[in-house]
T-cell receptor
């Protein structure tokens, strides 16, 4: 499982509330990613990080922010949750080398009412 | 916009048959290509990666890459009911990113 954990695994919240999802890795990989997965859309990149305090936007970054103060933790924050942010969120790490493969955490199912 | 396209399926095959999953990509600069399997309610797990033209075999799985045609495929031989899942095709692109297709649902009938 590449030593990736996500918390919480499930969350129900109300529109307008802030939400923070945590991704933790144990193997000191430099690159970390946040995706959301919705039916018919596959995995879409929200934000990614290429080092401590180094982050960049993905294709669906509006309404989301991230922070990475330690190598092992990558936080995703929904400043004011909306119903359109109801989704399954996956964190991933990238193993650099010949293939640059990404490995995924178990996911967080978020429901915004 | 860089894309990875897959037939959404579902693809239904009988047990023991060969399942053939296909994918095209738009970014000619893509270097590495991946097939992930995702069971319902679970996270994607890597099956294979390929970065050279031709075939790559791993057990019952064979990945095929044709960079000239921008085409990647996955063959599953002797398909089993446990292979029933959604299969995601992915390709690396610039800026440390990977682009994923929407996935093909595979059903293997016992």
């Amino acid at each position: 499982d590449a030593g990736i954990t996500q918390s919480p695994r499930h969350k129900v919240t109300e529109t307008g509330t802030p939400v923070t999802l945590r991704c933790h890795q144990t193997e000191n990989h430099r690159y970390m990613y946040w995706y959301r997965q919705d039916p018919g859309h596959g995995l879409r990149l929200i934000h990614y990080s290429y080092g401590v305090k180094d982050t960049d936007k993905g294709e669906v970054s509006d309404g989301y922010s991230v922070s990475r103060s330690k190598t092992e933790d990558f936080l995703l924050t929904l400043e004011s949750a909306t119903s359109s942010q109801t989704s399954v969120y996956f964190c991933a790490i990238r193993v650099t080398g010949d293939s640059d493969t990404q490995y995924f955490g178990p996911g967080t199912r978020l429901t915004v009412l | 916009q860089k894309e990875v396209e897959q037939n959404s399926g579902p693809l239904s095959v009988p047990e023991g048959a060969i399942a053939s999953l296909n994918c095209t990509y738009s970014d000619r600069g893509s270097q590495s290509f991946f097939w992930y399997r995702q069971y319902s309610g679970k996270s994607p797990e890597l099956i294979m990666f390929i970065y050279s033209n031709g075939d790559k075999e791993d057990g019952r799985f064979t990945a095929q890459l044709n960079k000239a045609s921008q085409y990647v495929s996955l063959l599953i031989r002797d398909s089993q009911p446990s292979d029933s899942a959604t299969y995601l095709c992915a390709a690396t692109t610039g800026g440390f990113k990977t682009i994923f297709g929407a996935g093909t649902r595979l059903f293997v009938k016992a």
